[in-house]
Structure formats: C-alpha cells, structure tokens
C-alpha cells in the first residue's frame, strides 16, 4: 500500500530564505507524486506533480520538487520565501497499479516571518 | 462558477441526526472523490465515483455513510445517526480523468465543515 510521511508539523522560514518541505513516500511500485497546496478556508490546489516523466519537477509559484527513488523522497523546495507563501502544504502518492486513492500526508504549516 | 461547490459550507448538527452534504463537480469531470478532513490532519480517502459508479468506499468509516452520484454529476455524502467523532471538514475533488490510468489534477472545493454536538 501506498503511503506518505512529511517530516516537520510546521515549519518557519523568513521572507526570501529558503522553503524546504519534506516528503517521504512507501510504494511498492514507482509512484504518482503531488504537492498541494491549501490557503485558509479554501480548498485545495495542485503546486506540482511527478508522473515518472523528468525527475525534476517546477510548479506554479517558483515552487519545485525533486522525485529521488533511492531516498523515496519528494521534496519540496522554493529559493525565495513570500509572505504569500504562507499556508498548509500536503504532499500526496497515488498508486499505478489501478488504485483509484490519492493518499496524503497529514500536511506541513509553512510560516512565513517578515 | 468553473471550479468545484459544496454546499452546505457549515453545518451544526445535534448528535442522531442525519446530514446530507452536497458536491457538484467541473461539467465534464469524470472522477469524484470524498475526502474527510479532521483538524489538523491531511484528508483521508472516503468513496471514489467514475460517472455514477462507486468503484472503491473503503474509506467510509461505518455503514452510517453513504454517497451517491446517481447521474455521474452532482454527488450527495450522507451521514446518518451522526457521532461527535464525525465532526470534520468533508472535502469533494473531481478530475477530468479516470483515476489509476492518468495521475488527473484533482479539483477541490472549498469543504463543507460539520460540527456534531
């Protein structure tokens, strides 16, 4: 069965620095990989998806993901944190063998200090 | 709108009693998924619909849960005799395409908010 683990509940950065979030995936079978993203009383929206295609993946925002099989990881990253980019961020795994389920993470709080 | 609705956004519901939450998807969407989202966690998998077919409910928790989509457009999650323990946000995504063939962007709205007293 196909799984997610995000390292870090919440996660601060300051405006400009850096954004790392981490995503580990279980699968026995090469994954489908998404990163969403969640702002206050909305719903959630795709930044970015891997689907075996260039490991490197670029999103919307700035945001990217590197899919890397030997750490079975996804993480995400950003070079410069916005103000903006403050939000609840949810990495997620769908099987390729015919499951129909996306399976997300419990999700990482991205804080954003100016 | 273009983009996924739930109605009602926020619903307070007295412990036994039934609740039915609405979803309508993107026209054209063909894949419906119902998530639940309790506070502080990510959404766990409830029912996934292809058109009006209910091809995996091994996410609904008890037999108190039902969906349907009986035109394989507007879906309806129903949760009956309700439980405190079902307070949560109930979030419906759609996508264009059939899931497990085509890793499909998911669409969600904006979540209907239960709160069982």
């Known amino acids: 069965a196909q799984s997610v683990t995000q390292l870090g509940s919440h996660v601060s950065v300051s405006e400009g620095a850096l954004v790392l979030l981490r995503c580990n995936y279980s699968?026995?079978?090469?994954?489908?990989l998404f990163w969403y993203v969640q702002y206050p009383n909305q719903g959630l929206q795709l930044l970015l998806k891997?689907?075996?295609?260039?490991?490197l993946v670029k999103g919307i925002n700035g945001f990217e993901a590197e899919f890397k099989k030997s750490e079975t990881s996804f993480h995400l990253t950003k070079p410069s944190a916005h103000m903006s980019d403050a939000a609840e961020y949810f990495c997620?795994?769908?099987?390729?063998?015919?499951?129909?389920?996306?399976?997300f993470g419990t999700g990482t709080r991205l804080k954003v200090l100016a | 709108g273009a983009g996924v609705s739930q109605s009602p956004r926020y619903k307070v519901a007295k412990r036994g009693q039934d609740v039915a939450l609405r979803c309508d998807p993107i026209?054209?969407?063909?894949?419906l998924f119902w998530y639940q989202q309790a506070l502080g966690q990510g959404p766990e998998f409830l029912t996934y619909?292809?058109?009006?077919?209910?091809?995996?409910k091994s996410g609904l928790p008890s037999d108190r849960f039902f969906a349907e989509r009986p035109e394989g457009s507007v879906s309806t999650l129903k949760i009956q005799r309700t439980q405190q323990e079902d307070s949560a946000v109930y979030l419906c995504?759609?996508?264009?395409?059939?899931?497990?063939?085509?890793?499909?962007?998911?669409?969600f709205g904006e979540g209907s908010r239960l709160t069982v007293l």
């Open positions: 997620a795994v769908m099987g390729t063998s015919g499951t129909y389920k996306y399976i």
């Open positions: 619909f292809q058109n009006e077919a209910q091809l995996d």
């Open positions: 026209s054209g969407h063909v894949s």
């Open positions: 891997y689907t075996s295609a260039a490991t």
């Open positions: 699968s026995s079978v090469p994954p489908y």
């Open positions: 995504a759609s996508s264009l395409e059939r899931s497990g063939r085509v890793a499909g962007e998911l669409f």
